[in-house]
């Protein structure tokens, strides 16, 4: 019984201190909610400043399964596979009435787009200031 309590209580404090690094390294993380319907973001533009970010991809309704992405605005036509910010895809597809969230997403001053890389919407603006 004594070693059952011991290593739960070993568990604990791992996943108290994991938490609690997870928690640091977001610190200075901002989170941007972008919701897609049929088709398209709700969202058609952002502006932000210089940083890291996270984004909130939800699935309001759409029977499809859904992505997001961010690509330089030069590099929109190419291959997004290749051409991605890193960590901008989402974590897993977006099912219907679901939510996914990208890695964290560091954006310095320039212009780029963002889209759904498995069905057709538009690149829509993200302009980093």
Do not use: W
């Amino acid at each position: 019984m004594k070693k059952v309590v011991s290593v739960l209580t070993i568990i604990c404090a791992l996943f108290i201190n994991q938490t609690i690094k997870a928690q640091t390294m977001e610190k200075d993380v901002t989170i941007i909610e972008l919701i897609q319907t049929e088709g398209q973001f709700e969202t058609q533009e952002l502006n932000l400043t210089s940083g890291k970010y996270r984004f909130r991809v939800v699935n309001k309704n759409v029977d499809k399964d859904l992505g997001f992405v961010i690509q330089k605005e030069e590099d929109k036509d190419a291959d997004v596979m290749k051409s991605a910010v890193p960590n901008s895809f989402t974590t897993a597809y977006v099912k219907k009435g679901e939510v996914q969230y990208t890695g964290v997403v560091e954006l310095k001053n320039g212009n780029y787009v963002y889209s759904c890389p498995l069905n057709p919407t538009p690149h829509y603006k993200l302009i980093v200031k």
